[in-house]
C-alpha cells in the first residue's frame, strides 16, 4: 500500500513536471511583446486629430440679440408645434456637447448660443399661452 502511494506520488511529479516545461510564458506577456511590435494604425495620428480640433469652429447664421422667432427661425406667429421644431433643430445644431470639447471657445460660444434659443422659445411659448 506504501509503495502504491509512493508510485502514485512520483507520478503527479513527473506529470507536473512535464507541464510545466512545455508551459508558454503567459498571455499578458505575450499580447505586451506584440503591441511592442506592431505599430498602432488605421486612424489618424494623434498631430492631424490635434489640427481637426484645434480648427475654428463656424458658428454663424444666428444672432443671438435678434427677436426670437429670428433666433429660432420661424415666423411670428408659428404655433406650439413649430416652435418646439424649431427649438428641438436649433438645439440639435448649437448644443455645446455637439460643437466642441468643454472648456473651449467654440464650447462658450455654444452655450451663450444654447441660452438664446431656450429663451427665444420660453418667450414664444409664453406668448402662445396668454
Given at each position: 500500500?506504501?509503495?502504491?502511494?509512493?508510485?502514485?506520488?512520483?507520478?503527479?511529479?513527473?506529470?507536473?513536471?512535464?507541464?510545466?516545461?512545455?508551459?508558454?510564458?503567459?498571455?499578458?506577456?505575450?499580447r505586451e511583446a506584440e503591441l511592442k511590435k506592431k505599430p498602432v494604425s488605421g486612424g489618424p495620428s494623434l498631430a492631424d486629430a490635434k489640427i481637426k480640433i484645434n480648427r475654428p469652429l463656424q458658428l454663424g447664421g444666428i444672432q443671438i440679440n435678434a427677436p426670437a422667432h429670428q433666433i429660432l427661425g420661424i415666423q411670428a406667429q408659428a404655433s406650439e408645434s413649430e416652435i418646439q421644431r424649431a427649438y428641438r433643430e436649433k438645439m440639435k445644431q448649437y448644443h455645446p456637447d455637439v460643437v466642441g470639447r468643454p472648456g473651449s471657445r467654440e464650447w462658450q460660444d455654444a452655450q451663450k448660443i444654447a441660452e438664446a434659443i431656450i429663451r427665444a422659445k420660453d418667450e414664444m411659448m409664453k406668448q402662445r399661452r396668454t
Open positions: 500500500m506504501l509503495f502504491q502511494g509512493i508510485a502514485l506520488g512520483v507520478m503527479i511529479l513527473w506529470f507536473i513536471r512535464s507541464m510545466r516545461s512545455t508551459r508558454k510564458e503567459s498571455s499578458f506577456k505575450i
